[in-house]
């Protein structure tokens, strides 16, 4: 149980509700096993009238009659104790689902972007859902029925042990057996687990990235072979737990074996002593409900070992994300303001994940309200640029400063807050248009949300939507076209009037009299703000105050375009490229 250690703080803060469980759990218990010794008495004293012991049967009916209500107050009161445990140690298992899957989801955040591209989204899901899920019955109805097997075993025994000391020895001799059998199969179920939730992560993620990429699953016509490829990999999961369940299986027909034994022994050796008068009648049959009694909570002793099997390999899984670190380290230096001037030494970025290096000793400055573009063929190293500014990645090598601040030294949400990101693939959430604008300014109203909208060219589209700015995307934005998913995005940056801008080749899915508009308005907008393009086109680029050409992860060429265009190379070839296309 080494992994669930991590979780036994939950156990700390909230033990007042525990212990109050754990009170509660005894009581009802206690309560319970009461009613052999009621049940004895009243067969002891039927037997005694039989044989002549006692004669008067009206006494003997009174004493009948009190035993019986006694059993049913004692079950009403033993039901409702059961009541208030499942009220106190439940919640309480569900309270702690609810902060371990907040603890998760709060590391998720913390991790950085590499991490997501080393893990599969499907995964992640199914250990924040499944695996919680299993963790929660370690904590719930696993924590429950061990308190009650242990309040139950030993009252029970003890009262054994209390009638007749030899019976209890015969009764409890299987017990041994049933402990080493426990040892053995515990063994194998936390094996067999972890292969399942595996198994079960793979299923989560595999039908994620087909609903994901559906619409290129249904343009290929590759249904059938997807379906296949499921099948196969659902038939592998359910041969995983089949292996499992058969393990477990075991459990139970090994503790009817052991407590039908035990019924066996106090019938044999319990008649003998009976015979011999050592004991009474009514002992014989309140041992055989004490055993019986003790048939679920030994039972249960399987499933529970299971369970914390089970949630033991799910809380190893759960904390191998828990225990890593973000390799991006937020700083602690909060400057006043930001000014926006922005500075490369010497960078090189090499992605651990891949080993391809995407920049290659590169220096630059752009100065404080400066448009800089940013052109190069396709893994040239633009977008890393982008990334470095916002601090997704840290330079392999070199630094890149603001104001001439390490951004290594400087708190990355604060940074973050005064950058606008356009990614070159637009992300929307399945909300409202005007929330996705939104979700760059929070406390923006809709006059605000509507200029955003104006300058980012979209508002005129929107518009002519049934339910305007309160249209529903559907998941990832699948109810718009590419444009205007981009354009979205671009009022998300654009609400959020920060000091540094940033667009990632956002307007390639607009056409060109769309697009002029979009920079037209930008230049008034970037006035005084730092703005980085990367973009294919050179009508997208020609205004920057400069632009830098990169090549395989250097810069091959820099200036404005005037000069570039005159300059033989790249630039000057790219936009003659582009002059033919027009014409044509």
Request: no cysteine; aromatic share 8%.
């Given at each position: 149980m080494k992994a669930l250690r991590y979780v036994h703080k939950y156990f700390y803060k909230y033990k007042y509700r525990l212990l109050a469980g754990i009170i509660i759990s005894i009581l009802s218990r206690y309560l319970a096993v009461k009613v052999p010794e009621i049940v004895k008495n009243s067969i002891n004293i039927a037997d005694e009238y039989r044989t002549g012991i006692v004669t008067d049967l009206a006494y003997v009916k009174d004493e009948l009659l009190y035993n019986i209500a006694l059993i049913v107050g004692l079950a009403i009161l033993s039901g409702f104790f059961t009541f208030l445990m499942r009220q106190t140690i439940i919640v309480t298992s569900r309270l702690i689902e609810f902060d371990l899957k907040n603890e998760i989801f709060k590391q998720y955040e913390r991790l950085s972007v590499n991490f997501y591209k080393k893990n599969r989204t499907g995964d992640l899901m199914n250990r924040i859902s499944e695996d919680v899920g299993k963790v929660r019955m370690y904590f719930g109805p696993a924590v429950m029925y061990t308190i009650n097997m242990l309040v139950l075993f030993s009252v029970a025994v003890f009262k054994m042990l209390k009638i007749d000391t030899t019976l209890t020895f015969y009764t409890l001799l299987p017990f041994p057996l049933l402990s080493l059998s426990i040892f053995v199969l515990s063994k194998v179920i936390n094996k067999r687990s972890t292969i399942v939730q595996e198994y079960l992560s793979k299923l989560t993620t595999f039908g994620q990235e087909v609903f994901s990429g559906i619409n290129v699953i249904k343009s290929y016509t590759i249904e059938n072979s997807t379906i296949e490829d499921?099948?196969?990999?659902?038939?592998?999961?359910?041969?995983?737990?089949?292996?499992?369940?058969?393990?477990?299986?075991?459990?139970?027909?090994?503790?009817?074996?052991?407590?039908?034994?035990?019924?066996?022994?106090?019938?044999?050796?319990?008649?003998?002593?009976?015979?011999?008068?050592?004991?009474?009648?009514?002992?014989i049959a309140e041992f055989i409900m004490y055993v019986n009694m003790l048939t679920w909570p030994v039972a249960v002793v399987?499933?529970?070992?299971?369970?914390?099997?089970?949630?033991?390999?799910?809380?190893?899984?759960?904390?191998?994300?828990?225990?890593?670190?973000?390799?991006?380290?937020?700083?602690?230096?909060?400057?006043?303001?930001?000014?926006?001037?922005?500075?490369?030494?010497?960078?090189?970025?090499?992605?651990?994940d891949t080993d391809i290096t995407a920049l290659n000793n590169i220096s630059f400055t752009?100065?404080?309200?400066?448009?800089?573009?940013?052109?190069?063929?396709?893994?040239?190293?633009?977008?890393?640029?982008?990334?470095?500014?916002?601090?997704?990645?840290?330079?392999?090598?070199?630094?890149?400063?603001?104001?001439?601040?390490?951004?290594?030294?400087?708190?990355?949400?604060?940074?973050?807050?005064?950058?606008?990101?356009v990614p070159q693939d637009p992300f929307l959430f399945s909300d409202s248009i005007e929330n996705n604008i939104r979700f760059g300014a929070e406390e923006a109203d809709q006059i605000r949300i509507e200029n955003a909208a104006k300058n980012a060219a979209i508002h005129e589209n929107i518009?002519?939507?049934?339910?305007?700015?309160?249209?529903?995307?559907?998941?990832?934005?699948?109810?718009?076209?590419?444009?205007?998913?981009?354009?979205?995005?671009?009022?998300?940056?654009?609400?959020?009037?920060?000091?540094?801008?940033i667009f990632d080749d956002c307007l390639s899915a607009v056409d060109t009299e769309t697009e002029e508009a979009i920079l037209m308005n930008l230049k008034t907008i970037s006035a005084n703000k730092t703005t980085f393009i990367v973009s294919h086109r050179i009508s997208s680029v020609k205004y920057?105050?400069?632009?830098?050409?990169?090549?395989?992860?250097q810069i091959v060429q820099e200036g404005i375009h005037e000069k570039l265009v005159r300059e033989p190379g790249y630039y000057q070839e790219f936009y003659n490229q582009q002059l033919l296309e027009k014409e044509h």
């Open positions: 499921f099948n196969t990999l659902a038939e592998k999961s359910k041969e995983k737990n089949i292996h499992l369940f058969k393990a477990q299986a075991l459990f139970f027909p090994l503790m009817i074996l052991l407590i039908g034994i035990s019924n066996l022994t106090v019938l044999y050796i319990g008649g003998m002593q009976y015979i011999h008068g050592i004991i009474s009648i009514g002992t399987g499933w529970v070992t299971s369970t914390i099997q089970q949630a033991e390999a799910s809380q190893k899984r759960i904390n191998e994300f828990l225990q890593q670190q973000p390799e991006i380290v937020s700083g602690d230096f909060l400057p006043d303001a930001l000014g926006g001037k922005v500075t490369f030494e010497n960078v090189s970025l090499t992605y651990d752009v100065e404080k309200g400066e448009t800089i573009a940013i052109l190069g063929k396709t893994g040239g190293g633009k977008s890393s640029i982008l990334n470095l500014i916002a601090r997704l990645y840290d330079p392999t090598s070199g630094t890149v400063s603001i104001d001439g601040v390490n951004l290594k030294k400087m708190d990355t949400h604060l940074l973050r807050k005064h950058i606008g990101f518009e002519r939507f049934k339910k305007r700015y309160k249209t529903i995307l559907g998941e990832r934005g699948l109810t718009v076209s590419g444009g205007q998913k981009q354009r979205i995005s671009i009022a998300r940056a654009l609400i959020k009037d920060p000091d540094i801008l920057a105050d400069k632009i830098i050409v990169l090549d395989q992860g």
